[in-house]
């Protein structure tokens, strides 16, 4: 829809109308992706991973709710983590959340290096 107006001066269109309803629907159908930010400290984690000999392969899921991040020990098996990102959930418990391959939530969270957190290795006091 073209607004033609008041102010068309030389027969150009001075602005063009798009009902809110279509703009709200053609946002709507695109998949949900990881930002850049979030995916270099996904891929900052990932390279740590591999190079400690635990992850060797990932995939990259685009949705239309939600992108998943599924990490791997082998190509052929399924995956032993996966990092999601619910739009849906950023105003409830957060948007990020990190699933083991048994389905349960390991943790869950609005920041992303919070949740990320989950693999950072802890230290523990050995007694002699």
Partial sequence: ??????????????????????????RQELPVAFERRELDQILRLYGR???????????????SDRAVFSVFRRTSETPLFQIVKDPRLARKQGAFSVIAAGGLILKRGHELARVLGVFDKRLKVVEA
């Fill in 1 to 26: 829809m073209t607004d033609r107006g008041a102010g068309v001066e030389d027969g150009e269109p001075s602005a063009v109308l798009i009902p809110l309803h279509e703009a709200r629907r053609e």
């Fill in 49 to 63: 991973m591999v190079a400690a000999n635990e992850w060797r392969d990932y995939a990259i899921d685009h949705l």
